[in-house]
């Protein structure tokens, strides 16, 4: 009810892990339709912001959502390290330096994959991961410990998620990149730093399961008003909680049918 009468609406969301079930195949998942179809209604509603925040790069998000700028829907890929906003007409991309140091990180994951049975490798936009699910407990340790010493070759800090090791040449979090966009729809002429002062200020709604997530419920844990959902029973930070996938859609389409009413006056 509160999420449905605040005059200006961030409505965010993890895409793997709480819009779709993890598969083996990373490829092959697919995304919970209430969920889409409440995305969709909510992204058409006035005053209403719609994002998806993923480890995924941006056209694979694309590609596996079915949503994107065209559908009024933000798309922040790679943790935020590549956007597709609304109103753009392509995603940012890299830039010399960072595709070659993304060259030599396929490179070295191919190896290490070779090396570690039971383990995949997934080519991003913005460098590799590799996915333990099929692994031994005993091999995924030691992919790990390889990944590590491949990112200290290459330069970059590996980050850890559910089952999966993701070396990448863009450096930044979900929570900041989620953080600099509300800041870009709530900013005026004062530029105000915190988007409770600012006219308008936006409220956001926002779910993830992941650990990666959780720098998001951190960047917005003090902001009044935010909704912060976890997907699963890890430990986390976020103001809500909730089981699986299924809830999150009806979460979704509860949301969109109050946001709805309250348009219709």
Same mark, same amino acid.
């Given at each position: 009810?509160? +999420?449905?009468?605040?005059?200006?609406?961030? @409505?965010? =969301?993890?895409?793997?892990?709480?819009?779709?079930?993890?598969? *083996? *195949?990373?490829? !092959?998942?697919?995304?919970?339709?209430?969920?889409?179809?409440?995305?969709?209604? #909510?992204?058409?509603?006035?005053?209403? /912001?719609?994002? #998806?925040?993923? %480890?995924?790069?941006?056209? =694979?998000?694309?590609?596996?959502? %079915? #949503?994107?700028? /065209?559908?009024?829907?933000?798309?922040?890929?790679?943790? $935020? %390290?590549? /956007?597709?906003?609304?109103?753009?007409?392509?995603?940012? $991309?890299?830039?010399?330096?960072? @595709?070659?140091?993304?060259?030599?990180?396929? !490179?070295?994951?191919?190896?290490?994959?070779?090396?570690?049975?039971?383990?995949?490798?997934?080519?991003?936009?913005?460098? @590799?991961?590799?996915? =333990?699910?099929? !692994?031994?407990?005993?091999?995924?340790?030691?992919?790990?410990?390889?990944?590590?010493?491949?990112?200290?070759?290459?330069? @970059?800090?590996?980050? +850890?998620?559910? *089952?999966? +090791?993701? #070396?990448?040449?863009?450096?930044?979090?979900? %929570?900041?990149?989620?953080?600099?966009?509300?800041?870009?729809?709530? /900013?005026?002429?004062?530029?105000?730093?915190?988007?409770?002062?600012?006219?308008? $200020?936006?409220?956001?709604?926002? !779910?993830?399961?992941?650990?990666?997530?959780? =720098?998001v419920f951190r960047a917005f844990a003090d902001e009044a008003g935010a909704v912060l959902v976890k997907v699963g029973p890890e430990p986390t930070c976020a103001s809500s909680r909730v089981? $699986?996938?299924?809830?999150?859609?009806?979460?979704?389409?509860? +949301?969109?049918?109050?946001?709805?009413?309250?348009?219709?006056?």
């Amino acid at each position: 009810a509160h +999420l449905a009468r605040t005059p200006w609406l961030v @409505v965010a =969301t993890d895409f793997d892990g709480t819009l779709a079930p993890f598969q *083996d *195949d990373p490829m !092959a998942v697919v995304p919970h339709p209430d969920s889409i179809a409440a995305l969709r209604r #909510l992204a058409a509603l006035p005053t209403t /912001q719609v994002v #998806l925040v993923s %480890g995924r790069d941006v056209t =694979t998000l694309h590609q596996l959502s %079915g #949503l994107g700028p /065209q559908d009024g829907v933000s798309l922040l890929g790679s943790h $935020g %390290g590549e /956007q597709w906003r609304v109103g753009q007409d392509a995603p940012t $991309g890299l830039d010399e330096d960072e @595709v070659a140091q993304r060259d030599m990180l396929i !490179a070295g994951a191919r190896g290490l994959v070779a090396e570690h049975p039971g383990t995949t490798l997934e080519v991003k936009a913005a460098g @590799v991961v590799v996915h =333990t699910r099929r !692994a031994t407990p005993e091999v995924a340790l030691a992919a790990r410990g390889a990944v590590r010493r491949l990112g200290r070759r290459c330069g @970059v800090e590996p980050l +850890l998620g559910k *089952d999966v +090791l993701e #070396l990448s040449v863009l450096r930044t979090t979900k %929570g900041e990149a989620l953080a600099e966009l509300v800041h870009r729809l709530g /900013q005026d002429r004062w530029n105000r730093r915190s988007h409770r002062e600012r006219t308008p $200020g936006y409220t956001l709604w926002f !779910a993830g399961d992941d650990v990666t997530d959780e =720098t998001v419920f951190r960047a917005f844990a003090d902001e009044a008003g935010a909704v912060l959902v976890k997907v699963g029973p890890e430990p986390t930070c976020a103001s809500s909680r909730v089981d $699986g996938i299924d809830d999150v859609a009806r979460l979704l389409t509860e +949301l969109a049918d109050a946001r709805e009413a309250a348009a219709a006056g």
